[in-house]
Structures are given as structure tokens and as C-alpha cells.
């Protein structure tokens, strides 16, 4: 009994690596990595991945570093790779999600709607912070890393992080402020963080 | 001097003598000085042990700080007892009084009092204010407070025609706290009332005509003394009968003419008081509040009005509580009320308690008897209002813990047109204050981007000039981020800033010039009125030199939509 199970799943991977959907993920991947092509691909990559956790883990093993790679930030290869890391949650490109918070801000991903305007509800939401949004949507697995940073970062960069923490917005996000507020010496992240959490 | 058949009770009092250097506005030649011999006569068979006591009023400074500014003084009653002095059958005793007042100085009115330990009637009395030189006397009449004579209402002539004096005397006769009530009438029917005068235990108190004219401080019911009124009636009133005395002493001394009026009336039960409360009406949104005072007020048997004077209930209620409360002012004839709800209610003033008299027959005195009336005002509470104001310039509102540097793009906490090298974007710093009625947090704002355009140059990769002309953001919704809203609970102003600007580059390279507008509109609505809001328009302009560089004259912020031009 147990040979033919094991017989049996193999052969439904097998088939599935020949005629299902991960080559055709492999396909758009490296579309996603041409610039002539990648605007185009990173929507098709985000539809299959979504609802296929072959296609997700493929990218899972990959998108990380592309994202760690020397790309500039406005190279649209890089930014749909941050922002399709976020999309799909994969928890493995968080070490270099915040490895690439040492670039500047920047919006982009195939589906950034920035051209350059601002408001403070925009600036709120990320539009301009590609990696920020992508932690931000990887959600409570990035808090630990963006606590780190929140507690040793610059002040640019603990405020970029207080920013991530709000769109998180869930009980260990409020926790990582609230551990840091004792000994936050920057007026403005202070006040932000206060104000976030209710205290005045 | 008094008739003793008249007399009552074993108490005789007069008020104003005059001592030593009288006022200079008196009119009265330099060196002028009085002397006051109080003449005593016991009228009985048997000797009579008298006491006798000088009271006198002065203006002294006051000890604490004034709740009014303006007056740094008060005025404080003195009582001197003379001792005692047994006069014989038909013998007759003078008494000095004004060596007790030598070396006083800012003496307001002085009174005297006499008690005696014999029937009523047993002793009567006479006082002359003389001068040294015989020119000025100045007669006081000694009565007793409870004579036949001495009735409810006094009713004197005044005037102060050709620099005349005309000032009324009131001296309390008992040894507890006593109220007066005066009102100076005019000839063409108009009347000026005073507030209600309080006379500590045998005080002697003065209301000078012509300084009151002077003075056009505002009346009872906010009138003020007729410019023009030289003369008329003054009518006065114990609250409680028999326990004051009174005379208006008229002088002119260039003209050496003195009167003294001291004639009484009986209105007894015809005097009417009623309670009531001030404002009868209240309203106002909620979250507001209104004071509402108890008072009272009445007409004698001539239908002179007296008061309204401020009277404190026994208690305060309010028929719904869900709508409006109540909190004390630290006076108990005030209470402030509070709105709570939309709706109408009323406030109560219970139990007043006011005086009414009686003609007691048997003694033919006028008596007075307490009894109790509620009162109460109407409060309407309206729904709470708002009100916006937008700053562009300066510094923001006091109260506002808002930064702008919470944002990670901005470089400065001034309102107005901002160039952010450091972060490469341009702003325009605006603070929204929204004022409501009730409380802060029961208030939420949206805000919704009406329409925008950027028109400009921008160098490509390949360095050329490509001009753009677009909208900066699609219309619709746009928060404002609650990390840029403050409204706290308890808190009757809501801040909220935005800093709507652009980056340093469009699409793919950086700007080299460019006109930024964009219009939006901001709302307030109620949490608990949902038909209740506010709105404001208002738009942003950034005008970026060659250069680049913002130009800080055309960059601006206001109220109202403008064009995209």
C-alpha cells in the first residue's frame, strides 16, 4: 500500500512539473527579469502565484535575490520583484526586503499608480515606498526585522519603519512601538508614535 | 423728638451725624468743623439705665486680592459702645459723638444707637450736628426703628439742582443682617433701580444722588442714570419691616439750606415679590452651556418696582437630565447649564423663598412671612455646530501636537509653501482647526481631491526637455491619514494637516518647471448628528522656477477651488 501511494504522488509532481502550471511560471519569471517585458509579465506571475503554492514557492526560492541583487531601485525588474514579494507574502525575501530598506524610497511595481503627486493619505499608504509596502504587506513576519531597525536605525530610517509598522497595524506592530517609545528621542517619531497608539 | 406714646420698643437710633471736617465736596467754608451732642431725656418716673453706641461706616482696603479688579476696596461697619449712663427722673444727659470718630478718616456715614432698660417710651432723644460757628446745624432725627410712625416704605423728595447734595441715609437698627431695597424715580415716569444693599448689624450706609448720577453705572435692569434728571422721589424698603431707618438729608451750603426728610408710607400687604429665572428662556447647541441666575423682584402699593434682585433657591433640578445638566458657579443663586442633547427641557429654581406681608391687626404692625416658589426657565439645546479654519502661513495652532515631520517626505512644521532638498519634494504645509460645539472626537473628516493638474518640463534619460501636462493625482477620496488627525475626547478643536506636494522628478526624469494646483474639499460631519457637517474648499499652487526652485510668492495656499491654469 504504502509503494503505490508513493508511486501515485510522484507521478501526479511529475506531471504537473511537465504540463502544469510551475513551467509556465518559469516561462513568466524570466520574462519578469527582462525590462522590455517585465511590466507585462509581474500581473500574469501575481495571478498564478496566488492561488499556487508551486508557482509561490518557486518564486519564493528566487524573487529574495533578485531583491538582495545590486539592481537599482528604479529598475523596474527590481521593483516588481519587491513588490511581488509583498503581494504574495513570501516570508523568505523579508532578510532581503530589509537589506534593500538601505536604498532610497521609491514607488514602483507594475501596479504603482505614482506619477509624482502627494498628499499625506498617499504618503500614508506607501505609494511611495515600494519595499515599505512590501513588508508592510508580508505583515507581522516583518515586524521582528523592522523592530530591529526601529530600535538601531538612523532616524530616516526609523520613521520609514514607523510608516511600515502603521500599515501593518496589527497587536505585535503596535508592540514594536510601544517597546520603542521609552527611548525614541526623535520629536517627530515620538509625537507619531504617541499619537498612533493613543497616548495623546 | 419723638413723641414717647408712639414708641414701641426701648431702641432709639439716628443716622448721619456729622463729626469733625466734613467732606470738601460738601461745599462747607475751609476750617468748617462739627460737633455732635446726642441729648438724652428720660420722660419716665424712675431712673433709666441707658447704652449707648456709635456705628460708622468706612472704605478700606482690601486684605486679599479683589475679585473685581477695579475695586481695591471695601466697605467695613464699626460699632463703638459709649458705655452706659443712668439718667434720673426727667434729668436730661448730652453725649458727645463726635469725639469717637476724631482721628477716623475715610468715614463713610455714621449712626447711632441707644437701648434702655425701661419701657418703651421711657427715655427719647435729640441730635444736632452744630458747627463751631452756629451757621450750620443739621438736625438727625432720633427714632424708634419700631414706632407707629415708622412704616413700611420711605418716600423722599431729591434734587440736586444748582450743585445741591442729596444723599440718603440708611442705618440697620438690629443686631443681624438686614436688606434694603431703594429705587430713584423721575418725574417723566422713568425709574433707576439699585441693586439690593446689604446692611451688616447697625451699619450706616449712604446713596449719594449726584455721585450715582455721576457715576452712569448701569441699574438692575441695565439702565442708566438720566443725564438730565436733576430731581424726583427716592422710595425705600426694608426687606424686613421695622429693622431699618432711613432719611435723605439735602444740602447746599453756598446757599446755607439743609433738609432732612425722613416721612414714611404703609404699603405692607399691598408689596408684591415674585421669583423667577433669568433668562426665561435658554438655548444654544450642544456642548455649549448657559448660566441661568435665580432672582426676584416686586412693586409696592404705588406700583414703584423694586429689584429684580439675585435670589438663591433651595435647589436646582432640570426635567431631563439627558439633555441639558446642572453645575454649580460657586454662587448659589447661579447655575450653569450644560447641553447635553438635542431637545427642549426646563430648568427649575425650587423653593424661593420669598417674604410676604401681613397687617398684624391687633398691633397694627406690618409683619412679614416667609413662603416658597419654584420658578423655571425654558432650555432648548440645538444639534452641535462646527466651524473650519484653515492656516497657510505661519506657525500651527497652539494645541496642535500634530508634526509634519511624521511624514517621511517632509522637512519643516511651518505652514505655507515648503522645498524639501534634503528629501527632494516640494509642499504646501496647510493646517485645517476644525471648532465644535461639544467634543472632538464625536467628529470625523474626509476629505476628497476635487480636480488637479501638473504642467511643466521635465529632462528625460537621455537629457531632453519633454514637457507634461497632467492630472498630479485621480480625483476622489483622500483619508485624511488618521496619523495626521487630532481629536481627542473632551476636546472641543480637531487639527488636521496635509502637506500635498511633488517630487523632485515626473515619471523618469527630474522637473525642470513646474505649475502644481490642486483643489479639495474637506468635511466634518457628526458622529451623533449625521446631518450636521461642515464643509470647506480649498486648494494648493506650487510654481517651480527654472532652476528648479520654488517660487515662494507664487506658491500659496487658501479657502475655495481655483482654476488649473
Known amino acids: 500500500m504504502i509503494r503505490t501511494s508513493t508511486l501515485v504522488f510522484t507521478v501526479i509532481v511529475a506531471a504537473s512539473n511537465a504540463f502544469g502550471q510551475t513551467p509556465n511560471i518559469g516561462s513568466l519569471y524570466d520574462q519578469l527579469l527582462q525590462s522590455s517585458d517585465t511590466n507585462r509579465a509581474a500581473p500574469q506571475v501575481f495571478q498564478i502565484a496566488k492561488n499556487d503554492a508551486a508557482a509561490r514557492n518557486y518564486l519564493a526560492a528566487r524573487l529574495p535575490s533578485v531583491i538582495a541583487s545590486n539592481r537599482s531601485e528604479n529598475d523596474p525588474v527590481w521593483a516588481n520583484a519587491v513588490r511581488l514579494a509583498g503581494q504574495l507574502k513570501i516570508v523568505a525575501a523579508i532578510p532581503a526586503?530589509?537589506?534593500?530598506?538601505?536604498?532610497?524610497?521609491?514607488?514602483?511595481?507594475?501596479?504603482?499608480?505614482?506619477?509624482?503627486?502627494?498628499?499625506?493619505?498617499?504618503?500614508?499608504?506607501?505609494?511611495?515606498?515600494?519595499?515599505?509596502?512590501?513588508?508592510?504587506?508580508?505583515?507581522?513576519?516583518?515586524?521582528?526585522?523592522?523592530?530591529?531597525?526601529?530600535?538601531?536605525?538612523?532616524?530616516?530610517?526609523?520613521?520609514?519603519?514607523?510608516?511600515?509598522?502603521?500599515?501593518?497595524?496589527?497587536?505585535?506592530?503596535?508592540?514594536?512601538?510601544?517597546?520603542r517609545l521609552p527611548n525614541e528621542t526623535d520629536p517627530a517619531i515620538k509625537g507619531a508614535i504617541e499619537h498612533h497608539l493613543g497616548i495623546r | 423728638m419723638v413723641d414717647p406714646r408712639i414708641t414701641r420698643s426701648n431702641t432709639l437710633a439716628g443716622v448721619h451725624f456729622r463729626s469733625g471736617s466734613p467732606d470738601p465736596s460738601e461745599g462747607f467754608p475751609d476750617g468748617t468743623s462739627f460737633n455732635s451732642p446726642l441729648l438724652l431725656a428720660n420722660v419716665s418716673n424712675k431712673p433709666v439705665k441707658t447704652h449707648v453706641s456709635v456705628n460708622y461706616t468706612t472704605q478700606e482696603n482690601l486684605q486679599m486680592t479683589p475679585v473685581d479688579p477695579k475695586k481695591d476696596t471695601e466697605e467695613k461697619a464699626h460699632s463703638v459702645p459709649l458705655?452706659?449712663?443712668?439718667?434720673?427722673?426727667?434729668?436730661?444727659?448730652?453725649?458727645?459723638?463726635?469725639?469717637?470718630?476724631?482721628?477716623?478718616?475715610?468715614?463713610?456715614?455714621?449712626?447711632?444707637?441707644?437701648?434702655?432698660?425701661?419701657?418703651?417710651?421711657?427715655i427719647i432723644g435729640h441730635l444736632t450736628s452744630v458747627d463751631q460757628s452756629g451757621d450750620y446745624s443739621f438736625e438727625v432725627p432720633i427714632k424708634d426703628p419700631a414706632g407707629m410712625n415708622e412704616l413700611t416704605d420711605g418716600v423722599y423728595p431729591w434734587s440736586i439742582e444748582n450743585g445741591a447734595n442729596a444723599v440718603l441715609h440708611l442705618k440697620n437698627t438690629t443686631a443681624d443682617d438686614q436688606n434694603a431695597m431703594v429705587t430713584l424715580l423721575f418725574p417723566d415716569g422713568a425709574n433707576y433701580r439699585l441693586d439690593l444693599i446689604s446692611l451688616k448689624p447697625y451699619q450706616s450706609i449712604t446713596v449719594d444722588v449726584q455721585k450715582l448720577k455721576a457715576s452712569q453705572k448701569k441699574d438692575v435692569i441695565k439702565q442708566v442714570f438720566p443725564t438730565t434728571a436733576v430731581s424726583g422721589q427716592v422710595q425705600w424698603r426694608p426687606e424686613t419691616p421695622n429693622t431699618v431707618i432711613g432719611r435723605m438729608e439735602q444740602t447746599d451750603a453756598k446757599d446755607g439750606i439743609a433738609r432732612s426728610f425722613s416721612c414714611s408710607s404703609l404699603c405692607c400687604m399691598n408689596y408684591g415679590a415674585s421669583s423667577f429665572l433669568s433668562p426665561g428662556s435658554?438655548?444654544?447647541?450642544?456642548?455649549?452651556?448657559?448660566?441661568?441666575?435665580?432672582?426676584?423682584?416686586?412693586?409696592?402699593?404705588?406700583?414703584?418696582?423694586?429689584?429684580p434682585y439675585v435670589l438663591a433657591p433651595g435647589s436646582w433640578t432640570v426635567d431631563s437630565s439627558t439633555i441639558a445638566s446642572l453645575s454649580g458657579t460657586g454662587y448659589y443663586y447661579q447655575e450653569q447649564v450644560n447641553y447635553l442633547k438635542?431637545?427642549?427641557?426646563?430648568?427649575?429654581?425650587?423653593?424661593?423663598?420669598?417674604?410676604?406681608?401681613?397687617?398684624?391687626?391687633?398691633?397694627?404692625?406690618?409683619?412679614?412671612?416667609?413662603?416658597?416658589?419654584d420658578a423655571s426657565a425654558s432650555v432648548t439645546v440645538n444639534p452641535p455646530t462646527c466651524n473650519i479654519t484653515l492656516n497657510f502661513n505661519g506657525s500651527k495652532t497652539p494645541g496642535d501636537n500634530l508634526m509634519f515631520t511624521s511624514d517621511f517626505r517632509e522637512c519643516s512644521e511651518g505652514l505655507g509653501p515648503i522645498e524639501c532638498d534634503a528629501k527632494q519634494w516640494w509642499h504646501l504645509n496647510m493646517e485645517g482647526v476644525v471648532t465644535v460645539s461639544d467634543n472632538a472626537s464625536r467628529w470625523?473628516?474626509?476629505?476628497?481631491?476635487?480636480?488637479?493638474?501638473?504642467?511643466?518640463?521635465?529632462?528625460?534619460?537621455?537629457?531632453?526637455?519633454?514637457?507634461?501636462?497632467?492630472?498630479?493625482?485621480?480625483?476622489?477620496?483622500?483619508?485624511?491619514?488618521?496619523?495626521?488627525?487630532?481629536?481627542?475626547?473632551?476636546?472641543?478643536?480637531?487639527?488636521?494637516?496635509?502637506?500635498?506636494?511633488?517630487?523632485?522628478?515626473?515619471?523618469?526624469?527630474?522637473?525642470?518647471?513646474?505649475?502644481?494646483?490642486?483643489?479639495?474639499?474637506?468635511?466634518?460631519?457628526?458622529?451623533?448628528?449625521?446631518?450636521?457637517?461642515?464643509?470647506?474648499?480649498?486648494?494648493?499652487?506650487?510654481?517651480?522656477?527654472?532652476?528648479?526652485a520654488l517660487n515662494m510668492t507664487s506658491s500659496f495656499g487658501g479657502y475655495g477651488l481655483i482654476n488649473l491654469d
Open chain 2, 282 to 307: 435658554l438655548s444654544g447647541a450642544v456642548g455649549n452651556n448657559g448660566l441661568v441666575t435665580g432672582e426676584y423682584s416686586g412693586t409696592d402699593c404705588n406700583y414703584v418696582p423694586f429689584g
Open chain 2, 444 to 548: 470625523v473628516i474626509t476629505q476628497q481631491l476635487i480636480s488637479s493638474r501638473k504642467h511643466g518640463h521635465a529632462t528625460d534619460s537621455l537629457g531632453n526637455h519633454v514637457a507634461f501636462d497632467q492630472e498630479v493625482l485621480p480625483a476622489g477620496p483622500d483619508g485624511p491619514s488618521a496619523a495626521f488627525i487630532q481629536n481627542p475626547a473632551g476636546q472641543k478643536k480637531l487639527f488636521w494637516l496635509d502637506g500635498p506636494g511633488h517630487f523632485f522628478q515626473n515619471g523618469t526624469g527630474p522637473i525642470t518647471d513646474m505649475i502644481f494646483t490642486m483643489n479639495l474639499t474637506d468635511t466634518v460631519e457628526s458622529v451623533d448628528y449625521p446631518n450636521v457637517i461642515c464643509t470647506v474648499n480649498w486648494h494648493a499652487r506650487l510654481e517651480v522656477d527654472f532652476g528648479p
Open chain 2, 342 to 373: 438635542q431637545g427642549t427641557t426646563n430648568v427649575w429654581g425650587r423653593n424661593f423663598n420669598l417674604l410676604g406681608y401681613y397687617l398684624d391687626n391687633y398691633t397694627n404692625r406690618c409683619r412679614s412671612y416667609h413662603y416658597y416658589e
Open chain 1, 97 to 179: 526586503l530589509v537589506q534593500a530598506l538601505s536604498k532610497p524610497a521609491v514607488a514602483g511595481g507594475y501596479d504603482s499608480t505614482a506619477t509624482g503627486g502627494y498628499t499625506f493619505t498617499i504618503g500614508a499608504k506607501l505609494v511611495y515606498d515600494v519595499v515599505g509596502r512590501a513588508l508592510a504587506d508580508i505583515g507581522d513576519p516583518s515586524v521582528p526585522a523592522l523592530a530591529k531597525i526601529l530600535a538601531n536605525g538612523d532616524p530616516d530610517a526609523r520613521k520609514r519603519v514607523f510608516w511600515i509598522l502603521v500599515n501593518i497595524d496589527s497587536p505585535a506592530a503596535k508592540q514594536a512601538m510601544q517597546d
Open chain 2, 83 to 122: 458705655g452706659d449712663i443712668t439718667i434720673a427722673p426727667g434729668d436730661v444727659q448730652s453725649i458727645e459723638l463726635s469725639t469717637t470718630l476724631a482721628g477716623v478718616t475715610a468715614v463713610e456715614d455714621s449712626g447711632v444707637d441707644v437701648t434702655y432698660d425701661a419701657d418703651p417710651g421711657a
